[in-house]
C-alpha cells in the first residue's frame, strides 16, 4: 500500500525558512514527477511546485524565486526549500505526483506570523 507522509512544519516569522520532506512507502518517487501542494484554511488544494524525472522543475508564480523543490531518489524523498516567508503562505502542504495519483497525506502546517 502506498503512503506518503509530510513533515517539517511549523511556526516562523515573515522572512523566515523552512525546509519540508515528503518520505513515501510502497512506490519510488524515482521515476515519476512529483510536486508539493497546498491548501490554506478554508481554500482549495493547489499546487505550487514540479519536479520532472528530468531534473526540471517549474513552479507557480507566487512562489517563483522563494521555494525550491528538490529529490533524493536514494532516500525516496523529496522536499521543498521554503524562503523569505510570507504570512499568506500560512496553509497545509501536501506532496503527491502530479497527477494526484497517490492518496494523499496528513500534510504537515506552516504558520507564517508577521
Known amino acids: 500500500q502506498v503512503h506518503v507522509v509530510e513533515s517539517g512544519g511549523g511556526e516562523v516569522q515573515a522572512g523566515g525558512s523552512l525546509r519540508l520532506s515528503c518520505a513515501a512507502s510502497g512506490t519510488s518517487f524515482t521515476s515519476k514527477s512529483m510536486a508539493w501542494f497546498r491548501r490554506a484554511s478554508e481554500g482549495e488544494r493547489e499546487f505550487i511546485a514540479g519536479?520532472?524525472?528530468?531534473?526540471?522543475?517549474y513552479y507557480k508564480d507566487f512562489v517563483k524565486g522563494r521555494f525550491t523543490i528538490s529529490r533524493d531518489s536514494a532516500k525516496n524523498t523529496v522536499y521543498l526549500h521554503m524562503n523569505s516567508l510570507k504570512p499568506e503562505d500560512t496553509a497545509v502542504y501536501y506532496c503527491?505526483?502530479?497527477?494526484?495519483?497517490?492518496?494523499w497525506g496528513p500534510g504537515t502546517q506552516v504558520t507564517v506570523s508577521s
Open positions: 503527491n505526483t502530479v497527477q494526484r495519483t497517490v492518496p
Open positions: 519536479s520532472v524525472t528530468t531534473g526540471s522543475s
